[in-house]
């Protein structure tokens, strides 16, 4: 729950308005849509006025994929991979470049 929070906030604080929280929300959807079959990674939840709901959106998510998506935003996940965050200490506190390195490829 504190991580979809986290997402959330993070998400709008990068994208200020609905539609590029749409666009960006829409890279991670995936779905298959044949005529008797139907499967989508997760649910786009929508307002009434039509907006999306992110905060219902990201529930609706599994672990995986909210853990990748706050991994994409910068949102730190101490208690997932604690291993990064002391690996990006460790660069940074010894080797600038490398941490520099890291930074760009992680993002």
């Given at each position: 729950m504190k991580l979809v929070k986290s997402v959330h906030d993070?998400?709008?604080e990068e994208y200020k308005t609905y539609r590029e929280v749409?666009?960006?929300?829409?890279?991670w959807?995936?779905?298959d849509e044949d005529?008797?079959?139907?499967?989508?990674n997760f649910s786009i939840i929508k307002k009434e006025?039509?907006?999306?709901?992110l905060l219902r959106t990201l529930h609706s998510m599994n672990g995986?994929?909210?853990?990748?998506?706050?991994?994409?935003?910068g949102v730190d996940t101490p208690d997932f991979i604690p291993s990064i965050p002391i690996?990006?200490?460790?660069?940074?506190s010894d080797f600038k470049t490398a941490?520099?390195?890291?930074?760009?490829?992680?993002?």
């Open positions: 993070a998400i709008w749409s666009l960006y929300i829409d890279k959807h995936e779905g005529w008797n079959n139907h499967w989508e006025s039509g907006d999306i709901d995986s994929d909210i853990l990748k998506v706050a991994i994409d935003m690996f990006k200490n460790e660069l940074k941490y520099n390195t890291f930074t760009k490829a992680y993002k």
